[in-house]
C-alpha cells in the first residue's frame, strides 16, 4: 500500500467556482502527479512535482494550478472550474527505490469524481 | 512527443477464452518502457505488466503475455483463459527510459474488457 489519500471523493461544483483537491502521501516519495481520466482519452497529465516547491505542467495544465509546501501533500487547483474540467481525477506518486519501482512504477490513488455543473 | 493508441474501444470475450488487446506507440527514443495497466468497476488502476524495449524476450505474468514488436511499434496484450474478474478497462503506457524517478507516463485512450459467463 503507497499509502495515497486523495479528498473528496466526489465533488459536484458549479461554473466559475474555484475548486481544491487534496492528494496526500504517508511515504516522503519525492515526484507527485495529477492526472484526469476523460472517456476516449484515457488519462492525461496535468502537472506533476519533484519536490517541495518544484511543480511542472503536463500536457493539459491549462486552468490548473498546484502547490507543494509539504513533501506529504500535493494539492490541484481549478480557479474558476469550468463544465470541461468535469473529470475523474487521479493523484500517483512513484517509487525512488530502483526494486520497487520496476515493479510498479506509478501508485495511483483511488481517484475524485468532479462534476462541474 | 510520444504518443499511444489503443483502437479496440471495446472488447469481449468468452470466459475461458483468450483475447488480445491491440497497443500502438509512436516515438523516435530507441529505450523506453511499455505497460499495460488495467482499471476495474472500483477505479483502481493496476498495473499488469510492463516491458522494456531492449528486451527482446515477451514479458509474461500468469495469465498475461505481451506480444512486442518493435519495429512495429505494437504492444499486445494477450489474456489467457479469461476470468469474470478479468473484466476492467485496460490501458497501454509508455514511459521514457531516461529521467528514472520521474515516471511520467502517456496512456492510450483504453479497451473495455467485458467477459462474457
Known amino acids: 500500500d503507497a499509502g495515497i489519500t486523495q479528498s473528496p471523493r466526489h465533488k459536484v461544483t458549479e461554473t466559475g467556482t474555484p475548486v481544491t483537491l487534496r492528494c496526500h502521501q504517508t511515504e516522503n516519495h519525492r515526484y507527485m502527479y495529477w492526472y484526469r481520466q476523460d472517456p476516449g482519452h484515457g488519462l492525461r497529465l496535468i502537472h506533476y512535482?519533484?519536490?517541495?516547491?518544484?511543480?511542472d505542467k503536463g500536457e493539459v495544465s491549462d486552468g490548473y494550478s498546484v502547490s507543494r509546501s509539504k513533501t506529504e501533500d500535493f494539492l490541484l487547483t481549478l480557479e474558476s472550474a469550468t463544465s470541461s474540467q468535469t473529470s475523474v481525477y487521479f493523484c500517483?506518486?512513484?517509487?525512488?527505490?530502483?526494486?520497487?519501482?520496476?515493479?510498479?512504477?506509478?501508485?495511483f490513488g483511488n481517484g475524485t469524481r468532479l462534476t462541474v455543473t | 512527443a510520444q504518443t499511444v493508441t489503443q483502437s479496440q474501444p471495446e472488447m469481449s470475450v468468452q470466459e475461458a477464452e483468450t483475447v488480445t488487446l491491440s497497443c500502438t506507440y509512436d516515438t523516435s527514443e530507441s529505450d523506453y518502457y511499455l505497460f499495460w495497466y488495467k482499471q476495474p468497476p472500483s477505479r483502481q488502476m493496476i498495473l499488469v505488466i510492463r516491458?522494456?524495449?531492449?528486451?527482446?524476450q515477451n514479458a509474461t505474468e500468469n495469465r498475461f503475455s505481451v506480444n512486442f514488436q518493435k519495429a512495429a511499434k505494437s504492444f499486445s496484450l494477450k489474456i489467457s483463459d479469461s476470468q469474470l474478474g478479468d473484466a476492467a478497462m485496460y490501458f497501454c503506457a509508455y514511459r521514457s527510459f531516461s529521467n528514472f524517478g520521474n515516471e511520467k507516463l502517456t496512456f492510450g485512450t483504453g479497451t473495455r474488457l467485458t467477459i462474457i459467463p
Open positions: 512535482s519533484y519536490g517541495v516547491k518544484d511543480t
Open positions: 500517483a506518486i512513484s517509487e525512488e527505490d530502483r526494486v520497487r519501482s520496476y515493479n510498479s512504477p506509478l501508485h
Open positions: 516491458q522494456e524495449a531492449y528486451k527482446q
